[in-house]
């Protein structure tokens, strides 16, 4: 990547961002490859494979021999969660990986869940009780931070449901961001800011 402030290298816009070989395969339809790979991997990445790609009685059969996930496999949440894949989240979730994960910037699966206003799988992260006000070290901002950013910047800015995800972190209770009464949001999540700031 010749400019280190770009928005990645060309393999994420070509091949999808944060995605491993196995998935990469089976994409392309090279079944024969992804076989290989995958009888060649140990079973955490089995795991976290069979669930991105939501191979639901392979993630049973190999949660049975109870794999010790890695500090890498454990980070697949978060980019799941980046990729704004909620049913392989779930799954990994109901697999057993650690809600508070975080990437190498710190950021959690419930940053992501914010920024793209995606309630159903933030309310899946808060009812197994993610931290609400953990701070990634890139920005210094919490999840309910990128929830408000994400409502007028993220790629799901028109479908995303963020006055819901915002309601769902006051209500779980995550801080209220400083001066988000001058900062540009949608009348929706003044609504929701408001009424937590009453109370």
Known sequence: MQNPH??????????GNHKTAHVIARDFGHEDVYRLLMDRSPDDLKLAV??????????????????????????????????H??????????????VDVRAARGQTALHWAGFHGNLELAQELLKRRAPVD???????????????????????RRTGRYAAVVEALLAAGSSLPREWESADLPESLRIVLRRYSKS
């Open 50 to 83: 069979a669930c991105e790609i939501a191979d639901e009685p392979l993630v049973a059969s190999i949660v049975r021999n109870h794999p010790t996930l890695t500090p890498e496999s454990q980070r697949q949440l978060v980019y799941i969660a980046q990729n």
């Open 134 to 156: 953990v701070r990634e070290l890139e920005f210094d901002g919490t999840p309910l931070n990128w929830t408000l950013h994400g409502s007028r910047h993220s790629w799901q």
């Open 6 to 15: 770009a928005g990645g290298s060309i393999y994420i816009w070509t091949l």
């Open 85 to 98: 894949n909620t049913r392989a989240a779930v799954l990994m979730l109901n697999a057993g990986w650690p």
